[in-house]
């Protein structure tokens, strides 16, 4: 029979980073609000009696230790959280909804840009007499917002922390705006590539400033759920894009109205991040890096706070989680210089916490998700699809599939955890790209396999890298070097997205199409390897506790 203890939760006697343990017993049920009822009680004890007290909400989250008498091993879990910050639903709405069009207006640009080289390049159809492109200045077109996101990725590593989350997504709003304005006027060719390195500046930003800050403002139990939205409202803008494109693809001048749209977007989102308040933990990080006065930027932190949750102006809830961050932020970083240098982030945790999420946007890039894509027409078309004919139909067939797998990865990222979705998609991914090879090798007469295999292949891309690839960046890495760190992964992405885009042409005259998939079946698989072996579970911890549990 389990026998139970209960002891408190500091000690004198015990070490500061070394906090006893709760131990209960497999039959006791404890709900967050009666654990943190005794917590509070306790405490009062110790502040009586003046002793220094752990931080409790949200960063010193109780832990469950069961020690049996028969002698089965005590377990602890590590995975659940003992106390779940009270919050309401309307509260946490709009710090995730602004940021996350930064998200909808790169996915819109990826889906409107389709549509738009079409108009473009139509005599009858641009209203221009520059339509004739060349190969190399078409291609200027489509990829130019990937070298501005390039260039916005390398610009965000050093001023990102400079800048501040709030204040990056509005310059990414503003970059937005410009770039979609000065594409959609463009008296001829040169303004037209300019808009779309501008447009392109605003994306590397905003990916880079979004998950930040949804991830550094939300409550830790919906983590998951809410980056994991980010990535639907990425998917959402795709399908907006390709029904805009649709609707005024016969339109004259048409492309001025599929890239022009995105500018009243972006001042939405520019005016709704303005009405937000800066992230309270990048407040508390200026403070700790003697940036200026600690009470006044601790001030402005439980102010920041207490309006993210719809609480009343300096409430003590507010109060206590800001005072107990700044205690986690002192112990963690409190044998180290007040700011890092520039290499810090290949350094100690920070290297490690790289290696996890550079790996995951790195290998959601080279398992061929663009290429893989590419072939979506001509596989439907084998199959018989009428639809198929139509390559925007059948855009928005693919792209509604898509929303409906990313859906699911939004439902279940808080539930089942992160491991098991990357383990389980990166497998059907890897699944789906040898039944390609295999198609394109000896099955050509049955085109079902390549339906199945495409559909497969976007389905579990959609539950695994697709959105658990960003929300492992916006969680793994720690607070000193986040913005640093989110940097280069995204930087990461968008280079290797090139590379692939580039390499994919000249990879499938040489290879060919059976030899290409079957490559990147082959990288699949070691990518199954590295998330086996590397890629640890987060569901249920607050950032600070990944930093100190995973990183250190």
């Known amino acids: 029979m389990a026998s139970t203890s209960l002891q408190p939760l500091y000690n004198p006697t015990l070490s500061l980073s070394k906090p006893p343990l709760l131990s209960l017993s497999k039959k006791q049920i404890f709900t967050a609000r009666s654990l943190n009822q005794y917590t509070r009680r306790n405490c009062s004890f110790m502040a009586r009696n003046n002793e220094r007290q752990l931080p409790l909400l949200p960063l010193g989250r109780l832990r469950l230790k069961v020690s049996a008498s028969s002698g089965e091993e005590a377990q602890s879990n590590n995975a659940e959280s003992a106390y779940l910050e009270e919050f309401s639903w309307s509260s946490v709405i709009l710090p995730f909804l602004f940021p996350a069009l930064g998200g909808l207006l790169f996915g819109y640009d990826i889906g409107a840009t389709s549509g738009a080289t079409i108009s473009l390049q139509s005599a009858e159809l641009s209203g221009t007499t520059w339509y004739n492109f060349s190969a190399v200045q078409l291609g200027l077109v489509v990829s130019g917002s990937l070298y501005g996101a390039l260039i916005g990725s390398i610009l965000a590593y050093p001023f990102a ?95 001025r109205y599929m890239f022009g749209l995105s500018a009243p977007i972006a001042l939405l989102m520019g005016l709704g991040m303005w009405s937000l308040p800066p992230s309270p933990r990048w407040l508390l990080l200026r403070a700790i890096q003697s940036k200026g006065p600690l009470q006044g ?46 290499l810090e982030v290949f350094q100690g945790p920070s290297l490690k916490a790289f290696i996890i999420g550079g790996g995951l946007v790195l290998f959601q890039q080279i398992t061929g998700q663009p290429s893989v894509l590419y072939y979506a027409g001509s596989i439907l078309q084998s199959a018989g699809f009428s639809a198929a004919a139509d390559a925007a139909r059948v855009s928005v067939v693919i792209g509604i599939f898509k929303s409906l797998m990313t859906a699911v990865a939004v439902l279940k990222a808080d539930d089942l955890g992160r491991r098991p979705l990357l383990i389980g998609g990166v497998s059907g991914i890897a699944l789906s790209l040898f039944l390609l090879s295999a198609y394109y090798k000896f099955l050509g007469s049955f085109p079902f396999v390549a339906v199945a295999a495409l559909l497969l292949y976007v389905g579990c891309y959609q539950i695994s890298f697709g959105p658990i690839s960003w929300l492992m960046v916006s969680e793994i890495f720690p607070l000193r070097t986040r913005g640093k760190g989110i940097s280069l992964a995204v930087l990461t992405n968008f280079g290797s997205n090139a590379i692939v885009t580039f390499a994919f042409s000249p990879l499938k005259e040489f290879l060919g199409a059976e030899n290409l998939f079957l490559l990147f079946g082959a990288i699949a698989l070691l990518s199954l390897l590295f998330v086996v072996t590397s890629v640890p579970e987060t569901k249920g911890l607050s950032l600070e506790e990944i930093e100190s549990k995973i990183l250190k």
């Open 161 to 255: 922390d400079f800048l501040g989350r709030r204040r990056e997504l509005i310059i990414a709003a503003l970059l937005y705006a410009a770039g979609g304005s000065l594409t959609a006027y463009a008296p001829g060719l040169g303004a037209l590539l300019l808009g779309r390195l501008v447009y392109g500046l605003g994306i590397g930003l905003a990916m880079h400033g979004a998950p930040l800050y949804i991830a550094e403002t939300c409550p830790s139990q919906i983590r998951g759920t809410l980056i994991s939205l980010k990535e639907l409202a990425i998917v959402l803008g795709i399908l907006l894009g390709y029904f805009v494109g649709s609707y005024e693809i016969n339109v004259v001048g048409g492309w």
């Open 297 to 342: 930027y601790k001030e402005k932190a439980i102010g920041a706070l207490s309006k993210l949750r719809g609480r009343p102006a300096g409430d003590k809830v507010s109060e206590k989680q800001i005072e107990d961050t700044i205690i986690s932020l002192k112990t963690a970083y409190s044998d180290e210089e007040a700011e890092g240098n520039f």
